[in-house]
């Protein structure tokens, strides 16, 4: 099971962070992965970070904004959204993965890679 949470109505330029909380038996051995959706658009990979965290991968939109992150008992993972645009407004769902102990970009960037999804938190970047 996840659980996302943080999302809020922020200004350009602001920064929030968002939380994804796994529980259950498999909550230590996912990957772990952001993905966004704003109104109109198909859902978008933002971040990701492997079973091993030690690789993390962010999109090209949010590169050097955004940072993915995750706690020391593997179960929260982070996503540090710093210097947010009116165009980083979407539904921001996260997802786990039962992968190998090391994944690449390319599977975890697919959304049809992921078993579980969160409920989605709504960010807001008004201008």
């Known amino acids: 099971q996840l659980q996302a949470s943080g999302g809020g109505l922020v200004q350009a330029g602001g920064s929030l962070r968002l939380s994804c909380e796994a529980s259950?038996?498999?909550?230590?051995?996912?990957?772990t992965g952001w993905f966004r959706q704003a109104p109109g658009k198909e859902r978008e990979f933002v971040a990701a970070?492997?079973?091993?965290?030690?690789?993390?991968y962010v999109a090209d939109s949010v590169k050097g904004r955004f940072t993915i992150s995750r706690d020391n008992a593997k179960t929260t993972v982070f996503l540090l959204m710093n210097s947010l645009e009116p165009e980083d407004t979407a539904v921001y769902y996260c997802?786990?993965?039962?992968?190998?102990?090391?994944?690449?970009?390319?599977?975890?960037?697919?959304?049809?890679?992921?078993?579980?999804w969160g409920q989605g938190t709504q960010v807001t970047v008004s201008s």
């Open positions: 970070i492997d079973r091993s965290g030690g690789n993390t």
């Open positions: 997802a786990a993965a039962e992968t190998a102990y090391y994944a690449g970009r390319a599977y975890l960037s697919t959304p049809t890679n992921y078993d579980y």
């Open positions: 259950g038996r498999t909550a230590r051995r996912v990957a």
